[in-house]
C-alpha cells in the first residue's frame, strides 16, 4: 500500500512539471486522482468529494477538478447534473486549441443527452472533434465520442450516420472491452433499423470480445444485450440460454442484478412458465430500487394464475411508481435550475449580494407554479391511467365469462347426448355436472369482483354500512341511481340474463335487475335499498311473484 501511494505521488510530480508552463493546473492531489481513475474511479470520485475549499483554488485548478468530476461522475455511471455549474466553468476557462476543451465538450454532451436535448448534445461532441483535430495522437476521448454519437444518432433516426461514425469508432478502440461496447451499439442500432441477422450477429461479436478480454462487468453486460435482443426477435430459448448465464456470473451485490432478474421473468412470461416467472420477478423486486415494470409483470403473472386481486394491486402499484417516475422526471428541469442558482451564489456571492433577494423571490415563484402544474398533472395522469387499467382489466375479464360460458354450454350438451344413450355413462354425467357447478360458482365470483370494480359499488357499500337501526332515516337510491346501477349490473350478468329470458319470456326488465342484484351476495335490505324501498317488504313479494313466473313454465 505504501509504494503505491509513493508510485502515485512520483506520477504527480511528473505531470507536474509537465505542465507547469502550459497555464495548466499544478495541484498534486488532483493529478493523484487522475492517476486514479482509470483504476478505482470510486476511490477517485470520494477523495474529489471531499474537498471543500474550491473558492480557494486557482482558476486552472477549478477547471481541472471539473473535468476530473465529470469523468469520476461518469465512470461511477452516476447523473452528471451536479457537475453543470462545474463543467460552464471548464468551457469558459479552456481556450478552442486546449485539449481540455474537447473533455469538458465531451462532458457536457452526455450532461445534455441525459436532460434528453440529443440535439444539443450531438453538436457539443461535434465540436469535441473538431478540437481533436490539433491532437491526431489522441484514441482514447475519439473513441468515446464516436461511440456515443453512434448511439445519438441511432435515436434520432439517422442510422447510417449512426453505423458510420460507430464502424469509425472500432479503429480508435484500444482494446477487447472498448471494441465490445462498440460491437454492442452496433447492434442496438440493427435492431432499431429490424434487421435482425445484423443485429444478432453484432451482439454475439459483443460477447466474443468481451469473454477474450475478461472483464466480467462488460461480459454480464453483453450476455444480456444478446439475451435482450433474442427476446425482442422471438427466439425465447436463446435469449433464456444468455439470460442464465448472466444470472450466474452475479455476485451477491451486483449492480443492477435486479434488471437481469426483470429479463428473466419476462422470458417465463412468454414461455408461459408462470410459477417460474414469478420467483424470479420477486427476486428483481428485492434487488433493485423500486421500479415499475416488475409490477406490470407480476401482474401479468397472477392474471394468468388466476389471482385477480393480487393482479389488480400490482397493477396499481405499477401506476402509482410510473406516476412518480413521471413526476420526478418534470421536476429535472426545476432542480437543475436550483442546482446552478445555487451553485453561482456559492462562486459569486460577493457579485451578486444586491440581486440575492430577487432571485430568491422569483425562485420561490417559479418553483411553487411548476409544483402546482406537477400536481395537477399528476392527478389527471394518474386518473387517465386507472382508467384505462380497468378497461383492459374489464376485457380481460369479460373474455373469461365468455370461456366460462361456453364451458358450461358445451358440458350441457354433451350430458343430453348422454342421457338420449340408451346405455348412459352416470359417472361421465355426473363428472361433467360437478364441473359445471364449478364453471358457475367461478363464473358468479368472477362478475362479482367485477361488480367491485365499478364505481357505483362504493355507492352500494355506503347504503350497505349506514346504520339500519331507523327505518325512517335509512338511505336508499334514487331513480337516477337505479337506473344506473341497472344498466351495470344488467351488462356485467348479460349472460345470466340471456338464460333467464331463454327459461321465462315473461319475466320483465326490473325482475331480471332484481335476480342479477340477489347474484351480487349483498343483503336483502341492500338490494331493497338500491331499489328505492326502505325494507325487504317489496322485494319479498316480487321474488313470490318471480317464483310464480318461474313455476309456470
Known amino acids: 500500500m505504501r509504494s503505491f501511494i509513493v508510485n502515485l505521488n512520483v506520477i504527480g510530480l511528473l505531470a507536474v512539471c509537465l505542465f507547469a508552463c502550459n497555464h495548466h493546473s499544478s495541484n498534486l492531489l488532483l493529478y493523484q486522482v487522475d492517476s486514479l481513475l482509470n483504476v478505482k474511479p470510486d476511490s477517485a470520485l470520494t477523495v474529489l468529494r471531499s474537498i ?63 436532460m434528453d436535448d440529443k440535439k444539443a448534445a450531438i453538436e457539443m461532441n461535434l465540436k469535441a472533434l473538431d ?18 454519437l453512434g448511439l445519438w444518432y441511432g435515436d434520432c433516426g439517422l442510422y447510417d450516420k449512426a453505423l458510420e461514425v460507430l464502424n469509425r469508432s472500432l479503429y480508435y478502440s484500444y482494446n477487447a472491452g472498448d471494441t465490445a461496447v462498440v460491437y454492442n451499439n452496433i447492434g442496438y442500432v440493427y435492431t432499431m433499423r429490424g434487421k435482425q441477422d445484423s443485429a444478432l450477429a453484432y451482439q454475439r461479436k459483443a460477447v466474443e470480445y468481451a469473454e477474450n478480454g475478461g472483464d466480467t462487468s462488460m461480459m454480464i453486460a453483453s450476455w444480456h444485450n444478446l439475451s435482450i435482443r433474442y427476446r425482442q426477435f422471438r427466439e425465447t430459448d436463446s435469449a433464456v440460454v ?70 389488480y394491486h400490482y397493477l396499481d402499484t405499477f401506476v402509482m411508481i410510473r406516476d412518480s417516475l413521471d413526476a420526478g422526471e418534470e421536476l429535472s428541469e426545476v432542480q437543475h435550475l436550483v442546482y446552478k442558482h445555487q451553485t453561482e451564489l456559492g462562486i459569486r456571492e460577493e457579485q451578486r449580494k444586491s440581486r440575492m ?36 382489466s374489464l376485457e380481460y375479464t369479460n373474455d373469461k365469462l365468455r370461456t366460462m360460458q361456453w364451458r358450461i354450454e358445451e358440458n350441457e350438451a354433451v350430458i343430453a347426448l348422454l342421457r338420449d344413450k340408451e346405455n348412459k355413462n352416470l359417472d361421465e354425467i355426473s363428472k361433467r355436472e360437478r364441473l359445471i357447478t364449478q364453471l358457475e360458482k367461478e363464473k358468479i365470483e368472477l362478475q362479482a369482483w367485477q361488480f367491485q370494480q365499478t364505481p357505483i359499488y362504493r355507492k352500494v357499500m355506503a347504503l350497505a354500512n349506514q346504520d339500519k337501526t331507523d327505518k325512517k332515516h335509512r338511505m336508499v337510491f334514487s331513480t337516477v341511481e337505479t337506473d344506473k ?13 340471456s338464460s333467464l329470458q331463454a327459461k321465462c319470456s315473461g319475466l320483465t326488465e326490473d325482475d331480471l335487475f332484481f335476480l342479477c342484484m340477489e347474484q351480487t351476495g349483498l343483503s336483502s335490505l341492500t338490494v331493497a335499498l338500491c331499489l328505492g324501498f326502505s325494507d325487504t317488504q317489496a322485494i319479498n313479494q316480487r321474488r313470490s311473484r318471480i317464483k310464480r313466473k318461474l313455476s309456470e313454465v
Open 52 to 114: 471543500s475549499v474550491l473558492d480557494e483554488m486557482t482558476e486552472a485548478d477549478r477547471a481541472y477538478y471539473a473535468l476530473l468530476m465529470a469523468e469520476a461522475m461518469d465512470k461511477n455511471e452516476l447523473p452528471l447534473l451536479p457537475c453543470d455549474s462545474l463543467l460552464d466553468f471548464a468551457l469558459d476557462y479552456y481556450g478552442d486549441d486546449d485539449k481540455e476543451m474537447a473533455v469538458a465538450l465531451l462532458y457536457k454532451g452526455r450532461l445534455l443527452a441525459q
Open 242 to 311: 444468455y439470460a442464465r448465464k448472466v444470472l450466474q456470473s452475479l455476485s451477491d451485490k451486483y449492480p443492477q442484478s435486479g434488471l437481469y432478474f426483470l429479463n428473466m421473468g419476462d422470458l417465463y412470461i412468454d414461455l408461459g412458465q408462470y410459477d417460474s416467472a414469478g420467483y424470479y420477478l420477486d427476486k428483481s423486486l428485492f434487488l433493485s430500487e423500486p421500479q415499475a415494470m416488475p409490477y406490470w409483470s407480476l401482474a401479468v403473472v397472477k392474471a394468468q394464475l388466476g389471482n385477480y386481486k393480487s393482479a
Open 485 to 497: 346501477l341497472k344498466k351495470v349490473i344488467l351488462g356485467i350478468y348479460s349472460t345470466y340474463v
Open 131 to 148: 478540437v481533436l483535430q490539433d491532437y491526431p495522437e489522441d484514441t482514447l476521448y475519439r473513441s468515446l465520442i464516436y461511440s456515443v
Open 357 to 392: 433577494t430577487i432571485g430568491l423571490i422569483v425562485f420561490v415563484a417559479v418553483v411553487i407554479f411548476f409544483v402546482m402544474i406537477l400536481v395537477y398533472q399528476y392527478r389527471i395522469n394518474r386518473k387517465n391511467r386507472q382508467e384505462v387499467l380497468y378497461q383492459q
